[in-house]
């Protein structure tokens, strides 16, 4: 078993085999009836080739199920059928660690810049093969530019700024690499109504005033590609402005003709840079019915004397048609243009993969600026594609890019800002959901775009299991050679049915066969739980695949036993045929009955306590006045130590209400004395229940012992002096309570002086301030006439 086996199966019994039941439910209500079928549903599914694996009832297609349920129903794991997937590298050339600096100079075919180069998978349905692809940019690596130029009459300052554009440019790019070439083009429009005026004066010289302009063209292949910077500048230099009428050029047609002429134009199998330079718009598919073209862009190479020579037959070709022969033939637009049709070109750029928009200057001053930095934009991100997938083959990616930075869906195809020498790599998984048909092997490539290297995948199909080779057609196991014994069971020939093959399409139901179906001459075929087929129950699946009917007639299945706590078989059992076969230790109609004692034990070690019997793991107490889990709870009871009081305190002391029968009542434990409290044994001490017990005889003397049961012996332990309480001195007693009663009255006689003297007090100062408030009459006795009589002379004037 493989690793990604022992994953299944712990992941299994982690989830409580809920995650297999799911993928067996699959398996088997996919109803295979050969190996070949059952690998095909799922990468779970095995077929048990084991000829003796099916019970009676059971059709051929239960041998289809996930593996752990095969093993589980008794499958011999050497008989499993379940083929798996595999991945072989087969071209593994490493990744090329090359510098510009260096004297040797490689070839661009010498350079590998992904790896591996070729892989061969194997394919199962429904698992994926993962493998990893590296990608490292190569240093000093060639490239190839070709300048694609609009020579509408709007460019005609433009064109001056080019003529030296070979040489300068050349010099920049020795920076980048020392394999440099450099080719020039030039585009215009149609040469038909309503793009160009067709006067004969106009198509010498469509331009008006005294310009000197060429003949309108539609694309003219000025330079192949060279490493002559010189012969670029010199045939740039005898470029002349053209003109045309409307505003959107014929670039595209242009574009297409670059791209699929490869040998007139000298590409070579190393980085592709198109330039596309222009200050006006584009014509696209369609456009051409104003000039009465109809017929669609065919895509092909139309240079004649490097003049493209069927503008006027085909249509413009459309945005789709070009990435695809843009992608095809591995080329990298960038796309300079003015600042007016900016908008317009970055949509454009949206739809192409690997291009890039730089803004042109009005007179392309900065083209070389421009194309320099369009181009460290492009290289500087690799996006992977693939060709077309076969039917139900599927492809994802995920990608490890620099720093440790991870993508997954559509950025898991592509890393960006990879400088030159930076190591990338991808994880791809391919998965197969069926098998093609007819059963061939398929081939898929994989490549960055704009790049010439690609991985090539060759695809192999596992549509059936090994021991399908082995198979005996017209064996004598399939009923008189009706079929062809493969994978322990027969594959019935056109026509035939049945577990053996033993029935024709034509005799599937008849009453003579029905009659074998039927139990003990019943009415009911199959027990209502399968169908009859060739005389012989092939019982029904159920939803769940754990839920099985089985039995010759199907009367059997393995979930209608009796239930306890509402699980089958109370979960320590398994049904078989409506009935419960009980686990170890189990017993009873549900398995409910547990024969284990365990439960039954008491804190004392006796099975419920010695007061009743164990039965299913429950004690049954067998004295009424106790109850509970082990008998050891008596409500009506008297504690432990008040029932062992008077025995104990016979035999200790030979007092108490048991001193005449202590002989005879209290014999059934052994009393061991000892000295104080200390001595007697602690709880801690003890690895069986024990009691501290105290208790108060007659004479209210207290004495201290402990119970316990030991290995069925109750022993007492009992401290032998009895603490007593000390009889009264009488003496201190009167003294102090006389001393208590003239004490009391002295302090009586104390309060009730301090008492009065306080009231004394208070009634004094009353009468003083009475007295300090009283006020006496001044008034004149009216009865009283002083003696003295005052006489005024009238005549004195008081001189």
């Known amino acids: 078993m493989d690793l990604r086996l022992l994953l299944i199966a712990t992941l299994s019994a982690v989830l409580g085999g809920s995650w297999a039941q799911q993928e067996g439910s699959v398996c088997i209500k996919a109803n295979a009836q050969s190996c070949g079928e059952c690998i095909q549903v799922a990468e779970s599914c095995g077929w048990c080739g084991d000829e003796n694996f099916l019970t009676v009832g059971e059709s051929k297609s239960a041998r289809c199920d996930d593996l752990e349920s095969l093993k589980k129903r008794n499958c011999d794991v050497a008989k499993i059928e379940n083929p798996r997937g595999s991945i072989s590298i087969n071209k593994d050339t490493p990744v090329t660690n090359r510098k510009k600096d260096v004297a040797e100079k490689l070839k661009p075919e010498q350079i590998t810049q992904i790896q591996p180069q070729k892989l061969t998978l194997t394919l199962r349905s429904g698992e994926p093969q993962t493998f990893d692809l590296k990608f490292k940019r190569a240093e000093d690596y060639p490239i190839d530019l070709y300048y694609l130029m609009d020579l509408s009459f709007s460019m005609k300052d433009d064109l001056e700024n080019v003529k030296n554009l070979g040489t300068d440019l050349m010099r920049e790019m020795q920076e980048i690499t020392s394999d440099f070439r450099i080719g020039f083009g030039s585009f215009v429009e149609k040469t038909v109504m309503p793009y160009i005026s067709t006067t004969p004066a106009r198509l010498i010289n469509p331009c008006t005033g005294n310009q000197n302009c060429t003949s309108p063209f539609s694309y003219k292949n000025v330079l192949k590609l060279t490493d002559k910077g010189d012969e670029f500048n010199n045939l740039v230099s005898q470029q002349q402005i053209s003109g045309n009428l409307d505003s959107p050029e014929g670039g595209f047609d242009a574009i297409m003709q670059v791209a699929v002429c490869e040998n007139q134009i000298g590409w070579r199998n190393v980085t592709r840079l198109l330039v596309f330079s222009t200050d006006a718009g584009f014509h696209f598919a369609g456009d051409g019915k104003l000039g009465g073209i109809v017929l669609p862009n065919d895509g092909k190479c139309h240079l004649e004397n490097n003049m493209y020579t069927m503008s006027h037959y085909y249509d413009y070709p459309s945005i789709a048609h070009l990435v695809q022969k843009l992608s095809d033939h591995n080329i990298q637009t960038i796309f300079a243009v003015t600042e007016e049709f900016q908008p317009v070109y970055k949509e454009l750029k949206n739809l192409i993969p690997k291009s890039a928009v730089g803004t042109l200057s009005s007179n392309s001053s900065n083209v070389i600026k421009l194309i320099i930095d369009a181009y460290n934009s492009l290289s500087s991100e690799v996006i992977l594609e693939n060709g077309r997938l076969p039917e139900g083959v599927s492809i994802s990616y995920k990608s490890i890019c620099k720093n440790g930075v991870e993508g997954t869906g559509e950025n898991g195809r592509k890393c960006s800002n990879i400088s030159i020498g930076d190591e990338v790599s991808f994880k791809i998984s391919i998965e ?82 029905d009659a074998n179906c039927r139990k003990d001459n019943g009415t009911d075929i199959c027990s209502n739980n399968g169908d009859c087929v060739c005389g012989t129950c092939e019982c029904k699946k159920r939803e769940n695949p754990a839920e099985i009917y089985s039995g010759k007639y199907c009367e059997c299945d393995n979930f209608n036993c009796d239930r306890s706590n509402n699980k089958l078989c109370g979960g320590h059992g398994r049904c078989e045929c409506r009935k419960c076969i009980c686990d170890a230790n189990y017993t009873g109609s549900a398995c409910d009955c547990s024969l284990e004692t365990a439960t039954c034990l008491a804190k004392n070690g006796q099975i419920c306590n010695g007061r009743g019997t164990c039965e299913c793991g429950n004690c049954k107490c067998t004295n009424p006045k106790f109850q509970g889990p082990t008998c050891e709870i008596c409500p009506t009871c008297p504690g432990v130590c008040a029932e062992h009081k008077d025995c104990v305190q016979c035999r200790a002391f030979e007092a108490g209400e048991k001193k005449d029968t202590c002989e005879r009542d209290c014999s059934y434990f052994q009393l061991i004395k000892v000295k104080d409290r200390d001595k007697l044994p602690q709880p801690t001490d003890q690895s069986f229940p024990l009691t501290h017990c105290k208790e108060r005889d007659a004479n209210d003397c207290w004495f201290y012992y402990t119970y316990a049961i030991r290995n069925d012996t109750k022993e007492v332990y009992v401290v032998e002096t009895l603490e007593c309480p000390a009889g009264p001195d009488i003496i201190p007693i009167v003294a102090g309570v006389v001393a208590g009663i003239v004490l009391i009255g002295l302090a009586l006689l104390l309060i009730w002086k301090l008492l009065m003297i306080i009231h004394d007090r208070r009634e004094f100062a009353k009468f003083e301030k009475e007295k300090m408030n009283a006020k006496w009459d001044t008034g004149e006795n009216p009865i009283y006439k002083s003696a003295v009589t005052t006489v005024v002379n009238p005549k004195y004037e008081g001189k």
């Open 432 to 513: 197969s959901q069926k098998c093609p048909s007819p059963v061939k092997t398929e081939v898929i490539k994989i490549k960055p775009l704009g790049f010439t290297e690609e991985v090539e995948v060759v695809l192999n199909f596992i549509c059936d299991c090994e021991c399908a080779a082995k198979g005996e057609p017209k064996s004598d196991k399939c009923y008189e050679g009706n079929g062809t014994f493969e994978c322990g069971a027969c594959k019935c020939n056109e026509g035939r049915i049945g577990r053996l093959c033993e029935c024709s399409k034509d005799e599937v139901r008849t009453e003579d066969l």
